[in-house]
């Protein structure tokens, strides 16, 4: 297709997806709407991005979601939007909805939680300097200040004890810390749950990296896939980066206010 055929493409599939009864419009924080930066809690979204986003928010069956990689907290500290913008965090594992945080379990892992977290408590308490840590879907246990040798035992310890004690846990094994979870979501799970959640009828989903593959996937037929930058990729349209994703959204926003949904 050329420049000028896939730009007239995507501008008929935003005049349509404008359209649909209910819009869900998901989308990636870093990269997306805001531009790379070293410190990550100093990113925030261009000003545009941001205008454009709480304009969609405002507008009836309207629905905005933030879809991060950063865990919750950090995503509600960078984004800055209000509560019913909804976030999702930890690719798909902690939600915000109507300003109120969850972490989607179900109660089998609810109650597998529970055993990891009575598990990690009896071999912290065997050793010096292991702690335990809350995670949203998990625990973890931290041994940066225990020794070298009883890192390694509570460690092993550890991975018996679960293992023998349940199943469906994931296990992460970080620097001087290991994390056992009931859940590995992606970002295709959370779009499929935030259309759940909001009844959309359509979905506009955009992202820059890897991880967003797994949100394009989750897509279908009506819905609008906006890959940001370059790389392979299963969205239907492309743009160069976070301005070219801002002016695409107050497009969005133009037309759904002029075509009678707002
Ligand atoms: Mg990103």
New binding site residues.
Partial sequence: MSDQAAETAMADALGLIATTPHLLVAL?????LSP?VDRPQEARALPDAQDAVLRLAAMPHTSVALV??RSLESLAHVGQVPDSVLLVGSHGVEYRVDGASDVALTDDEKATRETIHRVLDEVAGSFENVHVEEKPAGFALHTRLANGDDTAAAERLAQERVASSTTGVTERSGKDVLEFSVRSATKGDAVRRLRSITGATAVLFA???V??EDGFTALGAGDFGLK?GAGETAAAFRVDGPPEVAHLLDDLAELRAHLGRA
């Fill in positions: 990636d924080f870093d990269g997306t790379t991060s990689g992202g820059d990296d991880t967003d940001v």
